[in-house]
């Protein structure tokens, strides 16, 4: 029997699903699901609806990915998300493995108006790309990255994480601005904005988008680009999840030498204030491309709290060390680390191992200049503890980015000069509410000097602040939304309504 044959077997499916190895076969083969159930599901509003069980199977057996449902393998996977305070229960997942299947499922959702529920990377602070009883739409399955050499581009499946991105486009000794933890999502970063380590160089990441494909909400394959739906093509930057799922992102790419000089400086927490003011001036003069943040950390288990300053120069080497000079005579130096780093190594440094093990919590806002009054105000306010990490801190925005305009994009904070934010993690399980009180209590002395917040940063906001939040730019969204997405079928994201 050969390979083909096998895998075409009945026996291989019944032995795929049967054995602990499923999990593996079953991503090699394509394992009808079989439904044996009507499906208790939620639409739009909130109302319980039965979906037969012939249509259930009408829709699994249009896919060419995977149709999952409680109980079935890698349920469980694919609804959690990295916090895993998140703890929500989809109705059914879809899991597609391109366009077409992500047209299936819009189509399923649409004419049964379940509630919906998109996943790339599964980072959303708010924990909006999983649902209770609704669809979940995982893209998961649908990962890829081609590099296109000569013209400098990346075509990105929808479903992809950043580190595919970095990874295969520095194998050509090209980049673009991604973020800085390489297991977030390329989808909800890139609709979202996109910073990172090279915002300041080459701007954000909507700033390096040449067009997407998008599945709107009539189950639609189309292309935003400048030249077809350039509405669409502008919401889309810095509009979320609003319009649709966006099967495909092309990129433009830049060329960078494979290695950075990037280290960070500890300093004493008595310094604190001192060590930001200085950072606060030394940020507002940096070239482009010099990437600096700054906070005050306090460890878990305890020990000493510190002030830290962190950079990467991505410019000329032999410019690096005249930069970076002034940073050691900014306080006592207890430690630092500067040193060339591989640059697709330097964007893996910050995954953690096992990314579900923390609950967390932020509060972050946009700001200017860090002024005298704002560092007092943070380290006034700071209070570390050995059940949590603690950081507070600012880091860096400005150069390309703030050299677009605030109408060029749907992303309306190009004037900002930092992001400014008040984080805590704590271990999985622990009552989160002491260091969620502790983080809103410091937030409440510093919202003041912010101007407007990023949206991917958002652990929850009322309807009117998300609106207040696209500034000038809400109205032009609600006029793309409403061509759309009139049914608001996509309100799971910093929500344009069109009611
Ligand atoms: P998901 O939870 O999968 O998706 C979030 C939302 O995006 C979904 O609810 C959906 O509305 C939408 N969405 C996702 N994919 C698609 C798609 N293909 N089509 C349509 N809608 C889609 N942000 C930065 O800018 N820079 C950083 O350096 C950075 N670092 C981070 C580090 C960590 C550890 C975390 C948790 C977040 C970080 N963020 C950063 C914030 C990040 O941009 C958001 O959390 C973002 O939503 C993550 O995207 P995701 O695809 O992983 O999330």
Redesign the pocket.
């Known amino acids: 029997m050969n390979r083909r044959h096998f895998i075409k077997s009945s026996v291989a499916a019944a032995v795929a699903a049967s054995l602990p190895v499923s999990h593996a076969l079953g991503s090699l083969l394509h394992i009808p699901t079989k439904i044996e159930t009507d499906i208790s599901a939620v639409t739009l509003s909130g109302a319980g609806v039965t979906l037969p069980k012939a249509a259930v199977q009408d829709f699994s057996d249009s896919l060419k990915g995977k149709l999952l449902l409680p109980g079935s393998g890698g349920y469980d996977d694919a609804r959690r998300?990295?916090n895993p305070s998140f703890d929500k229960h989809p109705a059914l997942i879809a899991q597609p493995t391109g366009a077409a299947d992500v047209a299936s499922a819009v189509n399923f959702a649409r004419d049964n108006e379940l509630l919906v529920?998109?996943?790339?990377?599964?980072?959303?602070?708010s924990g909006?790309?999983s649902c209770d009883k609704g669809l979940q739409i995982d893209?998961s399955r649908y990962r890829s990255v081609r590099v296109d050499r000569a013209a400098r581009t990346a075509r990105v499946a929808?479903?992809s994480l950043l580190g595919e991105l970095d990874h295969e486009a520095m194998a050509h000794g090209l980049v673009t601005t991604a973020?800085?933890?390489s297991h977030?999502?390329v989808?909800?970063?890139t609709?979202?904005?996109?910073?990172?380590r090279l915002g300041r160089r080459f701007g954000m990441t909507i700033d390096n988008l040449l067009e997407m494909d998008i599945v709107t909400p009539d189950g639609q394959l189309r292309r935003a680009a400048p030249d077809e739906n350039p509405e669409l093509f502008w919401a889309l930057r810095g509009g979320?999840?609003n319009f649709?799922?966006?099967t495909s992102f092309l990129f433009q790419l830049h060329p960078m030498q494979r290695e950075v000089i990037s280290g960070e400086f500890v300093f004493p927490i008595a310094e604190a204030k001192q060590v930001l003011r200085f950072f606060g001036e030394y940020a507002d003069a940096a070239p482009d491309e010099m990437d600096v943040n700054a906070g005050v950390f306090g460890a878990p288990g305890g020990g000493d709290s510190m002030v830290t300053m962190g950079f990467v120069w991505s410019g000329d080497p032999a410019k690096a060390e005249k930069l970076i000079a002034p940073i050691r005579k900014a306080g006592t130096v207890l430690n630092e680390t500067v040193k060339p780093i591989d640059y697709v190594a330097l964007q893996r440094s910050g995954d953690t191992d096992d990314p579900r093990a923390n609950g967390s919590y932020m509060k972050s806002g946009f700001i200017g200049s860090v002024s005298s009054n704002m560092v007092d105000d943070m380290i006034d306010n700071f209070e570390a503890a050995p059940n949590r990490m603690t950081w507070i801190g600012f880091q860096q925005s400005g150069g390309a980015i703030g050299r677009v305009a605030n109408d060029a994009t749907a992303f309306a904070h190009r004037e900002a000069k930092h992001n400014m934010l008040s984080f805590v993690a704590w271990k999985h399980g622990d009552d989160p509410a002491e260091h969620m009180r502790y983080i809103r209590e410091h937030w409440s002395n510093m919202q003041k000097y912010s101007t407007g917040f990023y949206h991917?940063?958002l652990f929850s906001a009322n309807q009117a602040a998300s609106k207040a939040n696209y500034r000038g730019n809400y109205s032009r969204l609600l006029a793309v939304k409403k061509t759309y997405d009139p049914a608001n079928l996509f309100r799971?994201?910093a929500n344009i309504s069109p009611a």
């Open positions: 998300l990295l529920a998109v996943k790339c990377g599964g980072h959303s602070a909006k790309s893209l929808g479903g973020g800085t933890v977030t999502g989808g909800g970063l609709l979202g904005g996109g910073f990172g979320g999840g649709g799922i966006v991917n940063d799971l994201n």
